[in-house]
């Protein structure tokens, strides 16, 4: 059942629940599945609606214009999401394949709903798995003197491609605030460490010489700093003295790909909106 | 803040969150927060409303009233709550200290808004711990020949103490039924395994033969049906060949009480829904 | 660095310990991780020796020859592996791919040090995936009337292919007592339960209804009895009222394949003792 | 039982195994538990032997002679524990109650196996719960002018009551450099995150700040650096944006008493060996 989705943050006050729902119940939508949630602290309100797209009785451009006139009168910042349009995802890799394969087994099986048009690695390692699936696959070596020619021609596939969304799935390379910027929320990347523990390089081997119990992977949305933006998703596992640097790294590979594949579904699924360092990520529900 | 909690669930239809929302906005009523949940399979509606005390611009009486014939038009089966209301709490014990311990504490430190009247054991064993938290304890010694009367002087304490929820703190003995129906709904028990398996006596002792990898607890309300009622929450831990018996009953006991009061604080503040053999239970939120 | 290893378990007596560990210090050996057990309830001891293969003076069959006759007089059973030989694993599928792609991936990776010379679907349904990874795929068919015909076949080509270990990924078939029998210890299976919770049919269903508030997947050896081998592995995820069925089975799905991925990489690597219904499973160590 | 604990590192060496085993069987011990684990990084060794009391023929100093002049041909480090000796064990506290709740009916019920003959609060706020449990408490309160006439006092306390073991059960001072130095590996801290994130004062709001998705606690051993000493054990719990700082505070609650309970009873059974900035902690076991 195909639905659009609205995301929506404003001011709270009171009478938003009822003033959002009537609007759409008076259009005669059927909302599916209404979520909330109010930050006392900041005292803003924000929504997830998701409504039956058999029940649009108008275009889709007069709904938006209808609900932006609405809007405007609560100062609603908010997005539109129809589910029959499908994101293009590109994925950016370096030479660790597990991410990789895991988020193009879900993609292939249906689970993450989008395509993957095309595969960008620094180094040619991954290039046979991008063959596996059948997807192009760009190899753009970079160095420090090459990086702004190489992130131009990464610029330039992004926009022929359209893609909608950028994955750092294990991309050993920090992206250009320039570039950063002009996919602002549309660019996830995958740290391996309990952020903000071990922030930058080599985090396993940081994680063994302090010594600690548990090992962890953070997906979060990429800013301007390295390893500063807004966390969506973030998991553990439990280690002991036993395990090697190496050891630490395998294990730790599991929980990247599930940390990465969970922030990649939510983001596909138009489950989160973010709200300065902290993201609101509503459950998967109906 | 004091609020004012409104349990609801009917059979689904268009518009119910724009009406219900509108109902108690057009009253007067902050909705501070509202959780909705729809059993697609079973096309019921659940929802969680939970408004300002202060923004009650009626008696409670007549706020009843009013709901009652709104919520008639929509065939609602609801509840309402104050959190003004202290609710009593029964706590039924037998040997096991861990989880009277856990709550008594939990209580007098104020995580677990309540009060608690009474302390029942079939043994005395536990006597000291009502002392130090300065609680009535009554030993109710129980036989199989015994039960009724025992059963009848328990029921005349739960009466007399205006008990609003009993809660079988590792109380090894089954209530009757008829026990059970009068408070159905508000007895809850904490079993000792991972239901559905290893019901019945003895569940480390059934783990450790099966071999199993994990060790776990169950906290639900108590039905006619031994460890067959709803479940309001569960949790594990990881084992290993290593442990004895009697370790698992140790590490099993944390699960236990973690468990447990979780469970009697998502009920005392009115999170749960009983549906059929699920329970919905909403999170915690604002 | 290749290495020996041996799987030991006898009898407990004084001075295990101290005899086997000089046996082999003086036969010139380096011993690199020795872990033990002892079984109290059953007065049993477990050992897992690992030896530097560089650090064997003398042909393995002499070793084993020698290790016999000492093992004799203290009544060990035992089984010697030499990292060097490469272990042939066969992979049963049906329609599920998850756990089929994970397996391969780690294999091709070398995480999971072994060869698949085949995978045995019952469908032709995933035959692309084998085809992916350049695995030969056998489609057998099975009704209940051609099971002894299509389980002799299966067993020619385990047999044609060397194979020392039989993957149930997800392979929605009873095997023979006669084929579970002939490959004792040497068939894992992965349930889609926290076993002994909803053995046999649909069990996510069944988790569905009962309203369990977390799911797991077991991996276990396969036994005659269905669901009732030991237990190797296991692991669960949290979940709530709004997961439906299709959704518990998707969750489980990542469960699965990262439970049956530990069992087999512990059954590769020789860490694994069956004792009755119960694993010893040795930690990974060095 | 009673039992007789070895505590062993040195420089790893073929043979040690053997050695050590066989200086045992030949004193006529029945080793009821051996562990081990080899640092190969460091090439450091590490064991802990664990010997029936009952098969000790000799006097306990005669036992410590022996082993001093076999340790010294392999340069071992060592240490021995006899359990009928009863550790006594000081609790340090400010205004938090649960960690010092936890483990006064941890202590009481016989899971931690100690006495616990004094309480120090640098605040009166929890003297009633030592009162509960009939324990000494003394109230040192402390400002920057007065902590070393403070911590003066605080240090004849432990050295009148025998004090093998400071908890600092949420005692939110910092001690001296000499203080530590005095009690070096005997000091435990739970800090209420997963350590090295959110060091120093307000975690949780840091957590809060930054928006992780999971809290958690490290109980370790105090070294000269806050914070920075040799890590125990930690644990960590999901949360969402949904938790305000209050909650968060009062989740992660649950985490530290059973992360500091873990890491006491832990030292008490002497599984621990501290190497550098790590742990060595050996599972529980027989």
Known sequence: MNSIIFLIDCPDRKGLVSSISTFFYELGFNIIHCQQYTDVQRNQYFMRLKLDMRTLQMSRKELEE??????ATYKLNWSVHYSDYVQKVALLVTKAPHC??????????GELQCEVPLIIGNHPTLEHIADKFRVPFYCLPVTPETRPQQEETMRKLLKQNHIDLVVLARYMQVLSKELVAEYAG???NIHHAFLPAFQGASPYQQAYERGVKMIGATAHYANAELDEGPIIEQDVERVNHEQTIEELSRMGSDIERIVLARAVKAHLEHRIIVSGKRTIVFSTGV
Chains 1, 2, 3, 4 share one sequence.
């Open 186 to 188: 549309r660019v996830i």
């Open 66 to 71: 209808k609900f932006s006139a609405f809007g």
């Open 100 to 109: 990789l394969y895991d988020l193009l087994v879900r993609q292939q099986e």
